[in-house]
Structure formats: C-alpha cells, structure tokens
C-alpha cells in the first residue's frame, strides 16, 4: 500500500488535512505518469489511500462531529453523500482502460470532487472540531485514525459509509481487499 506517512500526527485534523494534501500530490502523479504501468502504480497508490482516508474519517472524525458540533448531523449527512457518490466513481475508474482518454477524463472530474469535499471537510468538520475539542482529543483521534486506517479496506465499498458498518462489514472486506491486492502485485 501506498506509503501514508504525515508529518503531523500529534493532531487529528493536522493528519488528515496533510492527507488532503498528499492526495491531491497523488492525483498529479496519476496524470504525470510517463507509462501506463507508471499510471496504474500511482492510481493503485492514490486509490488504497482515498480508500483508508475516508474509511478512518467515518469510524473517528463524522461521530464526533456529530456529536460535538452544533448541526453535526446535517454536514456529516452531506459528508457521506459524497463520499457514496465517490465510491462509487472510484470503483468505476477501476474498471477502465487506464491509457485511455476516458480514464483522464473521468479521473479529472473525480478529482475536482474529491478536492472540493476535502475543502468542505476542512471547514466545516475540522475547523470545528479545532474550536470544540482539546489538544489532548484531537491527539487521542489522531491515534484512532491511524489504527482505522491500519485495517481499513483499500478499495471503495459503496454504502459503507456509517461507523457502524465499517466496524462489521470493514475487517472483513479489509482481508479480502489487501489480499487481492497482494495478487494484483505478485501477478503484475
């Protein structure tokens, strides 16, 4: 899997807004690549991250939204919307031809959606849980992060977006997901 390594791991919201960042690197490098196997290994590389980024941010960061910040419900709802929605445009680019025009074209506008909900989460997720919890917390859900995104699956799981279910459907979905990647890599 892709190397996830941030500078800032002492603050949750410092961690996943250097994700955010390290994903939108990634989507240059995905259309930098000078080969279509230099392009596969970035997109497999931006894909597994995008997977275990959103996955961590709905079992640790939209519950205590929901719970810390006034009108939690109604910008976590619009949250998960969207990460749906990106599942399942991320799981549509899997299936196609990565060397070809349509591949760039429809990675183009998975990227402008996947910038423009990071910019949202940054404002009016983490902005607010900067302002609602302590130091101490944000420390505690950056550990969390990490160990979600330790057994997160890597690929996108369309309608596994609630905390609940990524704790029943996700470990399980995890294991079959790292393993097939693992032959995807020993097959390539």
Request: net charge negative; hydrophobic share 45%; no cysteine.
């Amino acid at each position: 899997m892709a190397d996830t390594f941030v500078q800032s791991t002492d603050d949750v919201v410092r961690f996943l807004t250097d994700q955010h960042n390290l994903i939108k690197d990634m989507f240059e490098d995905v259309f930098a690549a000078s080969s279509d196997d230099a392009r596969d290994k970035a997109f497999t590389e931006l894909r597994q991250l995008l997977a275990v980024h959103e996955t961590a941010e709905e079992m640790v960061v939209h519950p205590r939204v929901r719970n810390e910040v006034e009108g939690g419900d109604v910008i976590v709802d619009a949250r998960l919307t969207e990460e749906r929605e990106a599942k399942k445009h991320l799981s549509a680019l899997e299936g196609m031809d990565i060397g070809s025009k349509k591949f760039l074209d429809e990675l183009a506008v998975f990227r402008t959606e996947v910038l423009d909900h990071a910019e949202r989460e940054e404002l009016e997720e983490f902005n607010r849980l900067q302002r609602e919890i302590d130091a101490e917390d944000l420390a505690k859900m950056a550990k969390a992060v990490q160990a979600a995104q330790a057994i997160a699956p890597t690929r996108p799981h369309a309608g596994v977006e609630s905390a609940k279910l990524n704790f029943a459907v996700g470990p399980f979905a995890s294991m079959l997901d790292r393993a097939r990647d693992a032959i995807t890599a020993a097959l390539k």
